[in-house]
């Protein structure tokens, strides 16, 4: 079982960076996909980037497309989230997630194992 844990959030001013790290514990298929998801109060969860682990391949949701960046660090078994050019719309509480890849990089039903989240607050 794959248990991950978010880190790095916090408050910062439009237009200033954060980097979110997630931690995982257990095996990491190299089948796996691993994502970034976000959530408002009242609010669906949304996909923000999503990446492959065997191919490093990425994907991004339009609105952050350019201003975050996924990664990944294969020996720390970390995931992290470069966010750039943050805006006040970015506020969320921010989820690691990982399963096996899907058809669809934010389909949601794949993704078997979550982080309890980081909370980001961006003030304009």
């Known amino acids: 079982q794959v248990r991950l844990m978010e880190s790095g959030g916090g408050s910062v001013q439009a237009g200033g960076s954060l980097r979110l790290s997630c931690a995982a514990s257990?095996?990491?298929?190299?089948?796996?996909?691993m994502a970034w998801f976000r959530q408002v109060p009242g609010k669906e969860r949304e996909g923000v980037a999503a990446l492959a682990r065997g191919s490093g391949q990425t994907y991004y949701a339009d609105s952050v497309k350019g201003r975050f960046t996924i990664s990944q660090d294969n020996v720390k078994y970390t995931l992290y989230l470069q966010m750039d050019s943050l805006k006040p719309e970015d506020a969320a509480m921010y989820y690691c997630?990982?399963?096996?890849?899907?058809?669809?990089?934010?389909?949601?039903?794949?993704?078997?194992?979550w982080g309890q989240g980081t909370q980001v607050t961006v003030s304009s």
């Open positions: 257990g095996y990491l298929y190299s089948t796996y996909c």
């Open positions: 997630a990982a399963g096996f890849c899907g058809a669809t990089w934010f389909g949601r039903d794949h993704y078997t194992s």
